[in-house]
């Protein structure tokens, strides 16, 4: 079993994929606020959970748990389940696949070493002491 905090180009990819779903959540965030029409309650609310989703991808906390809810954040607006902006990065169903392909990715590979995560819940030296000669 490997570890979640892969460091090295491994782990400047996962914070470059990190860093290319949380701008991708910040802009359909804004996309939100900066619509034609008065946004209605539910549309403040999807903006709010993107760009928090995004602000957490970003830092690189709760990785797994955001990246999921990315996931389904970006399926939902890909099927229609939740009123979108007329102007959106998730607009087309092709980039929304995008995006959600992307989040899945996160959700499987984990925060890296460049992540709060990995500062939280990383490697540690785990120390065994001998064990005691048994007695006869």
Known sequence: MFSTF?????????????????????????????????????????????????????IGCLTRFAAFMAALLCSASMFVWFPGPRVGIFESPMTAAFATVTAIALTCLGAGAFSIDARLYGRREVIIPKSPPYPK
């Open 6 to 58: 892969l460091d090295g180009w491994t782990g400047a990819g996962i914070l470059l994929l990190r860093a290319s779903a949380a701008c991708g959540l910040f802009v359909q965030s804004l996309a939100y606020f900066a619509g034609d029409r008065e946004p209605g309650p539910l549309s403040l609310v999807l903006a709010v959970i993107a760009a928090v989703l995004g602000a957490l991808l970003l």
